[in-house]
């Protein structure tokens, strides 16, 4: 059995400052006859005590530094330069000194509510109180009675928790398929999933996907849904970029109908997003070749013939700089593999 890392904390009183030591026994890493299991138990609670007293510490850093902050608007002229002032003397970005004020508010808000006490912030890591204190209300409530039972809480208990009860409340889901979920029949892991992707579609969508689900209201289904929900956002966010589409006024709507009937979304929507891709490809070529020409012309300038090998450099590149771009693509030794692409491109 192992035992858990002892830990000394030792309190100096040094006039007014309080100075924290940490005494870890770690386990010795070239010792081959401490089993894996018990080196990484043995580093994983030293570590949960740092993170603890990481916890700690950043949120009175945050309380500090809201006093700070409030008491320059009470007293001082109300232009912030002396809170920035005492950041910059700190070496404190003002970034991080408002993470940390927000992380204080976030503990106070918690404490002040009744829902967590006060001793059960130490059962938290530093990255799941954060995330809990970024929760919406019924999250906190239920991770803050998980903590307060005496349970220790990472930021994956936080995201199962608020996965759960975003699967559970979501008006996305059907019955059906909560009602299965609450029995374990399903787990609840694939529900947030696809109420995310389900979000960032239109009604119309979201009422013909809910219709597969409540026809067929098992796992595969609900996998196969969450997949197209997700097809039918990037088909969706894609089309709208491709000036293309836009320009020959294609009916989005239509084709995106005409692509479920026939079971070919995927096609349909890989289609749009290359052709997005490839619109991008083509401007960022156009910038690329525009600023080629632009520092071949300035460096010609700056050379002359007591350069010849950087003359020599300006000549082999200024086939890429003409309005027909030519590159050989495969293997030039064999001309059986080789392939030259042409582009032509006018400068407007």
């Known amino acids: 059995m192992v035992q858990a890392v002892p830990v000394k904390v030792e309190v100096a009183q040094l006039g007014r400052e309080s100075v924290w030591d940490l005494d870890f026994q770690l386990p010795d890493p070239e010792d081959e006859t401490i089993s894996e299991p018990d080196f990484r138990q043995q580093v994983d609670?030293?570590?949960l005590i740092c993170d603890r007293f990481d916890l700690q510490t950043d949120i009175w850093r945050g309380r500090i530094l809201r006093a700070v902050r409030d008491r320059e608007k009470k007293t001082g002229e109300g232009r912030g330069t002396g809170f920035l002032y005492w950041l910059?003397?700190?070496?404190?970005?003002?970034?991080?000194?408002?993470?940390?004020?927000?992380?204080?508010?976030?503990?106070?808000?918690?404490?002040?509510?009744?829902?967590?006490?006060?001793?059960?912030?130490?059962?938290?890591?530093?990255?799941?109180?954060?995330?809990?204190a970024q929760s919406p209300p019924e999250v906190q409530q239920l991770v803050s009675e998980s903590a307060n039972r005496g349970d220790r809480i990472t930021r994956r208990e936080v995201r199962?928790?608020?996965?759960?009860?975003?699967?559970?409340?979501s008006d996305l889901i059907p019955a059906e398929i909560k009602s299965k979920?609450?029995?374990?029949?399903?787990?609840?892991?694939?529900?947030?999933?696809?109420?995310?992707?389900?979000?960032?579609?239109?009604?119309v969508h979201q009422e013909a996907l809910k219709e597969e689900l409540v026809e067929n209201p098992d796992l595969d289904t609900l996998k196969q849904?969450?997949?197209?929900?997700?097809?039918?956002?990037?088909?969706?966010s894609n089309a709208t970029h491709v000036q293309a589409?836009?320009?020959?006024?294609?009916?989005?709507?239509?084709?995106?109908?005409?692509?479920?009937?026939?079971?070919?979304?995927?096609?349909?929507?890989?289609?749009?997003?290359?052709?997005?891709q490839l619109e991008q490809t083509l401007a960022k070529l156009y910038t690329t070749w525009k600023r080629v020409a632009r520092v071949s012309d300035r460096l010609y300038v700056d050379s002359g013939s007591s350069t010849p090998n950087l003359r020599s450099l300006l000549q082999a590149v200024a086939q890429l700089t003409g309005e027909v771009i030519q590159v050989e693509l495969g293997n030039l030794q064999n001309s059986d593999s080789a392939q030259t692409i042409q582009v032509s491109i006018k400068g407007l």
């Open 88 to 132: 910059n003397d700190r070496e404190i970005s003002k970034s991080q000194a408002y993470r940390w004020i927000e992380l204080a508010n976030s503990a106070d808000t918690l404490l002040q509510s009744g829902q967590l006490e006060a001793d059960a912030v130490d059962r938290f890591s530093k990255r799941a109180f954060v995330e809990t």
């Open 225 to 236: 849904v969450t997949s197209e929900a997700k097809q039918l956002a990037k088909y969706l």
């Open 45 to 47: 609670s030293a570590w």
């Open 245 to 276: 589409i836009e320009a020959q006024g294609v009916d989005l709507e239509q084709a995106l109908e005409e692509a479920l009937r026939l079971g070919c979304l995927n096609s349909a929507a890989d289609l749009v997003n290359q052709a997005a």
């Open 181 to 203: 979920a609450a029995d374990s029949s399903i787990p609840t892991g694939y529900l947030a999933p696809l109420v995310r992707e389900m979000e960032k579609l239109p009604p």
């Open 160 to 169: 199962q928790v608020a996965d759960e009860w975003t699967a559970m409340s």
